[in-house]
């Protein structure tokens, strides 16, 4: 089982690499007591059987650099395939300032080749490779050293099983001519906006059933601060304060040290120093923020407005789309994307791309009346009404 701990291992396994068409990539990493992830263990596997070609890099090691890593993934002959690339690619993205293309995602090609909603890695190996994926060392430390055996074999078993996943979806994306799907679902993933998070923007992630325009921003203004104190010192956001605390002190709006230490959902460590102190200023922005830079609320779909006898029939032409195309529903609309059509949208992604041809198109005709919705035994099949 190869180990890589110094740069010039790396130059050597990259080099090796190139001559490849694909190679496969997963990452371990710490996330419980940061914002940003810690990079513990990358993996690799070139083509080949078994723990041939396969590798594991040690970032940690003092006499690493992840450069010729880089330099691989920006090599654009030589295709880099995860599983459900999203988080190693935001890790890629801030440590390296790089993302790898090109890229395969085997998580959102198995949702396209009939494998259903939840494509997990474990169950793309044991239907595809027929074996069985140990996750015992799952959750172990990973920053700590020396690794376990039991540690580096399940770590390699995430890359050299990937290969084989990767040649059978790609061959069954390249049959049935939707490879091009794929790779219109892979662009976001490739856009480096999709990996920032800015301060100001922190607030919508914060759920609130009050649509009052100063609450709103208090909350812009205290999630602003817990963003930028979160980033700053390195800690979950979650540490700083929870949502719960936020939206009490939207409520509260404390102007002192005294009526801080009042807030019940408040944890000990931010009702003094510097997070008190942010907190504070925070509350007196939102109370002193102009009107006419006060957050409004995004406009919310009024029930009145969605037909529910389309929006039911709607759905039941996504499960029979669903079904005749063998791509995860999730993937084609969600149920406010139904609703919205039901009301009127338009401007959906559900209605561009290969989902207009999916289920775009005749979603539009049901909803003009061209084409209804007939049962044929277990079938659910659409009829056209046009005169």
Known sequence: MKTLTKTSELEDFCRQAREHAYVTVDTEFLRERTYYSKLCLVQMAMPGEGDEGAALIDPLAG??????????????????????????????????????????????????????????????????????????????????????????????????????????????????????????????????????????????????????????????????????????HNVPRNRVFKDEALLELASTRPKNIQELGRTRLLMREARKGPIAEGILQAVRAGLEADPDTLVMPERRRDRAQVNPALADLLRVLLKARTESSGVASKLIASAADLDAIAAGERDLPALRGWRREVFGEEALKLCNGEIGIRVEGHRVVTVSLGG
Not at 123 to 139: A, Y
Not at 186 to 211: F, G, H, M, N, Q
């Open 63 to 232: 006499e690493m650099s992840l450069a010729p890593l880089y330099e691989l993934f920006r090599d654009e002959d030589v295709v880099k395939v995860f599983h459900a690339a999203r988080q190693d690619l935001e890790i890629f993205c801030h440590e390296g300032g790089v993302l790898p293309q090109p890229l395969f995602d085997t998580q959102v090609a198995a949702m396209v080749c009939g494998f259903g909603d939840q494509a997990g890695y474990e169950t793309l190996v044991r239907k595809i490779v027929r074996k069985q994926v140990d996750k015992g060392s799952r959750f172990t430390d990973w920053a700590r050293r020396p690794l376990s055996e039991a540690q580096k074999a399940y770590a390699l078993a995430d890359v050299t099983h990937l290969r084989q996943v990767y040649e059978f979806l790609a061959a069954r994306l390249e049959e049935s001519g939707r490879t091009g799907w794929v790779e219109e679902e892979i662009d976001a993933l490739l856009d480096p906006e999709t990996y920032v998070v800015r301060p100001e923007e922190a607030w919508k992630r914060v759920k609130t059933r009050t649509s009052s325009p100063r609450f709103l921003a208090m909350v812009r203004e205290l999630a602003r601060f817990r963003e930028e104190y979160a980033q700053a």
